[in-house]
């Protein structure tokens, strides 16, 4: 059904946490499983071309190291996976790799990166709303709310 998934993971505790889910479908589905990374780093007010490339081959090497583990743990775990670092605006990457590599799923987490993406427009909004294949949400959360203490009022004429 899914012999080709596709996970963006943009390096967050977060995004991860869609793994464990993946690896349960890859091995039900014989599915193999591509990790990607998108290396986005916008130039931002004065930023000088020395910095951005600076922060841009920091980033790749991040990726490599970061994408690398990912993917050996998968394949530890009896996942036929790979990973990929990808240069460019996430939303926009995905799809295209999604498409350019004939992906049956692509499988992400709501949320990523955090705050950030509350302002900016969320990825995985955007992915669903353009990619040509299905995409699988997964709603990870970063905290559990506190346990409801019961009140109780007293109302009047009772008891």
Excluded at 13 to 22: G, M, R, S
Excluded at 129 to 138: E, G, I, S, Y
Aim: with cysteine; proline share 6%.
């Amino acid at each position: 059904m899914f012999n080709k998934i596709l996970v963006p993971l943009d390096g967050s505790e977060l995004a991860a946490k869609v793994l464990p889910k993946v690896v349960e479908m890859a091995k039900t589905f014989k599915s193999q499983v591509t990790l990607i990374h998108c290396c986005y780093t916008p130039a931002i007010g004065e930023t000088t071309p020395g910095t951005i490339k600076a922060a841009a081959a920091g980033e790749a090497k991040w990726c490599a190291g970061f994408m690398g583990k990912a993917a050996k743990d998968l394949k530890d775990q009896g996942v036929d996976a790979k990973a990929e670092c990808l240069e460019g605006v996430p939303a926009r990457e995905i799809i295209a790799y999604a498409d350019k590599h004939n992906m049956d799923l692509i499988a992400m987490a709501t949320h990523g990166t955090g705050e950030v993406a509350w302002v900016l427009g969320s990825t995985a909004e955007k992915v669903v709303t353009h990619a040509t294949v299905p995409v699988l949400l997964f709603r990870v959360i970063e905290f559990k709310p506190p346990l409801l203490k019961e009140v109780y009022f007293a109302t009047p004429g009772v008891g």
